[in-house]
């Protein structure tokens, strides 16, 4: 049974840090592109990163870039998203999803989910 588990996410202080893990079991995550995205109660689910399958091109929303890191460890078919400086507005729903080929923010060509992580910052 093919599973993305997203993983890592909890309460945090304004300025905080956490660090998200993707695990993927049942296929390699090396054949694909894998995005985060997020999701606010009442919010549409939008882009935050996204790491390429092949060159390791990286990708950032405007709202994180300089303060999100995502990576690769495929030893261990993993994705991993550093989040320093968290805002409140950082709060959400996180949510990692693999899709064959280059990275999009578009939600659509993304053959996999996770369940999603809970992070919420406080002030």
């Known amino acids: 049974q093919v599973q ?21 079991s049942g296929f390699t995550l090396d054949d694909y592109a894998i995005g985060w995205f997020r999701q606010a109660p009442g919010k549409e689910r939008e882009g935050v ?8 091109s990286t990708y950032y929303g405007d709202s994180v870039l300089g303060r999100f890191t995502i990576s690769r460890d495929n030893a261990k ?28 923010w578009s939600r659509s060509g993304y053959r996999y989910w996770g369940q999603g992580t809970q992070v919420t910052v406080s002030s």
């Open 77 to 104: 078919n993993t994705v991993y998203l550093q989040m320093n400086s968290l805002k409140s507005e950082d709060t959400g729903v996180y949510y990692c999803a693999a899709r064959l080929g280059v990275c999009s």
């Open 4 to 24: 993305l588990v997203a993983s890592g996410g909890g309460l945090v202080q304004a300025g905080g840090s956490l660090r998200l893990s993707c695990a993927a």
């Open 49 to 56: 990163s996204c790491i390429g399958s092949s060159d390791g």
